[in-house]
């Protein structure tokens, strides 16, 4: 296949693709539980590596100013069920969700970072951005893949 023929396959699934914007957010009377573990993104098997090292980046100048943003995220929604703080997830980098966390997440705090999630690897499929509080709604529980930007 040449490699037209695959940035048109490629741009056709992004054009059939929804964007879903249908999130409630989570009054700031919600407490996040203290007792959390941090994990860094790179690392416990959090999250699986990071996708397409040179599509998934920013552009190179646009990486000079990129810093490493960190996420809540938990099971249920008003973060209950089992949470956990990600840290070190790099501005513009698409992250698969491993096995454990996959298709799992109904609520999540951005930290004031912008965050697409998505509902299948490598950041495709149906999505939804946030900035902020919130638990999903279209994509409860459909998490797969994400990309934050600071």
Same mark, same amino acid.
């Given at each position: 296949? *040449?490699?037209? *023929?695959?940035?048109?396959? #490629?741009? #056709?699934? =992004?054009? /059939?693709?929804?964007?879903? $914007?249908? $999130?409630? +957010?989570? +009054?700031?009377?919600? +407490?996040?539980?203290? $007792? ?12 699986? =590596? ?5 599509? #998934?980046?920013? %552009? +190179? ?15 249920? #929604?008003?973060?209950? !069920?089992? @949470?956990?703080?990600?840290? !070190?997830?790099?501005?513009?980098? @698409? ?6 966390? $996959? ?8 930290? !004031? %970072?912008? @965050? ?16 902020? &509080? ?11 893949? /994400? &990309? @934050?930007?600071?």
């Amino acid at each position: 296949m *040449q490699l037209s *023929q695959v940035l048109t396959l #490629a741009s #056709a699934a =992004t054009v /059939l693709a929804k964007v879903h $914007n249908d $999130n409630s +957010p989570i +009054p700031a009377s919600v +407490p996040r539980p203290s $007792n959390t573990a941090t994990m860094h993104a790179s690392g416990y098997g959090v999250w699986g =590596t990071a996708v397409g090292a040179v599509s #998934a980046r920013l %552009h +190179p100048k646009d990486l000079l100013q990129a810093q490493a943003s960190s996420i809540f995220v938990c099971e249920h #929604a008003d973060f209950g !069920g089992n @949470c956990v703080n990600i840290d !070190g997830l790099e501005s513009g980098v @698409c992250y698969n969700l491993n096995s454990s966390w $996959n298709d799992v997440i109904s609520s999540t705090d951005t930290n !004031g %970072h912008t @965050c697409t999630v998505f509902e299948h690897q490598g950041c495709t499929g149906d999505q939804s951005t946030v900035n902020g &509080r919130v638990n999903w709604g279209y994509m409860n529980d459909k998490i797969t893949s /994400l &990309r @934050c930007f600071d």
